[in-house]
């Protein structure tokens, strides 16, 4: 049970359900942010005297408001406002790992962290606070995890190059990598070609999202910002030449069916996913996530029923969309092979009808 309503609810079908629940799942598109769960804002919002507005938990997330993005962005700033101190750092990420993750069988998450969303947090407490949430959470659980700290693309190039240097001057074993979140509208990707050039340089990974195009800004990210994979994306499938050339480098596309379809990405917001079916009919590496799942009325395990139902996709194609996920991880070999290990033996006890 999620306790609160799905923006797009499937008819009922226990075979499917059945299917979804036990897939084992592998996030790579979730930010930390957007899985707070209304009770949880609402509580911390009590906690640190902030007012909401007169909303409560169930009016807080208004998901079909969010086609447009400004208007979401605009809700993520007041959930960002009201987790501030360690206790609320730990509680939020522990919840976002267990009935958030693993209660959904995700049996690992790179974490996108934006400290720009934390204004007032110092980075290292930040840090401090999630780190303590995750390992609880694996302790409790089993799920694994690690961080992808996120720039905010409506920002500086200078303010993205600052955050880099303090993601390396304060480097913790559990921050993987780097990304590039809020508006692609407004902060295209060449602004932060330093920025991503020194991550590299540091030997930290690199993620991006792309949610509006257009389909030149994946060689951007690519061949500029060195990227190794990409956040949304479903542009890319307007440009042959370029598809052809991520297809034969695999490059993964870290898709989110719901958010992406309440935003217009991926579709034209009437539940058909074409853009996806798209996608992994040209053979891309397409990996299936959840964004932001309370503010978009979604779940990690939604996300697939929704695939099911829209596009037919069975046990085969989903478990394809987590292996495709295993890949993409930025776990060393040996850490990736034993994730891939815990996948396959899940995927063998997935019910088939
Ligand atoms: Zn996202």
């Not at 290990?341 to 006890?349: H, I, N």
Request: with cysteine.
């Amino acid at each position: 049970m999620t306790g609160f309503a799905y923006s797009t609810p499937t008819p009922a079908d226990p075979v499917i359900d059945a299917l979804v629940a036990a897939l084992p799942k592998v996030s790579l598109h979730c930010h930390l942010l957007g899985t707070v769960a209304p009770a949880t804002v609402v509580d911390l919002a009590r906690k640190h005297r902030v007012d909401l507005g007169g909303r409560t938990a169930d009016d807080l997330y208004d998901h079909d408001s969010y086609e447009d993005l400004g208007e979401f962005l605009r809700v993520l700033d007041v959930v960002g406002s009201v987790v501030r101190d360690l206790d609320d750092l730990h509680r939020v990420t522990y919840e976002s790992l267990t009935a958030g993750g693993a209660a959904h069988g995700v049996l690992y998450r790179e974490i996108q962290l934006s400290p720009p969303g934390h204004e007032g947090v110092p980075y290292s407490r930040l840090l401090d606070g999630v780190i303590a949430g995750a390992r609880d959470a694996e302790t409790d659980t089993g799920i694994g995890f690690g961080l992808v700290i996120g720039i905010n693309r409506e920002r500086s190039g200078a303010e993205a190059r600052r955050l880099v240097e303090q993601v390396i001057a304060d480097r913790r074993d559990e921050v993987l990598g780097i990304g590039l979140d809020y508006a692609e509208v407004n902060g295209p990707p060449h602004g932060f070609v330093e920025a991503y050039r020194l991550a590299g340089d540091a030997g930290l990974g690199r993620t991006a999202h792309s949610e509006s195009g257009p389909p030149a800004h994946v060689l951007t990210l690519l061949d500029d910002l060195g990227c190794s994979r990409i956040d949304h994306g479903y542009h890319v499938v307007d440009d042959p030449e370029i598809t052809a050339r991520c297809v034969e480098e695999r490059i993964p596309f870290n898709c989110t069916p719901v958010s992406s379809d309440i935003g217009r990405y991926s579709g034209s917001g009437d539940g058909t996913h074409e853009r996806i079916r798209e996608m992994v009919d040209a053979g891309l590496c397409v990996t299936i996530d959840s964004d932001d799942p309370p503010m978009f009325g979604t779940d990690p395990t939604h996300d697939f029923r929704v695939l099911a139902h829209a596009l037919g996709y069975g046990a085969e194609q989903l478990g394809a969309f987590t292996l495709n996920a295993v890949e993409a991880t930025w776990l060393d070999a040996s850490d990736k092979q034993a994730l891939r290990q815990r996948v396959e033996a899940a995927l063998a006890a997935v019910p088939t009808p």
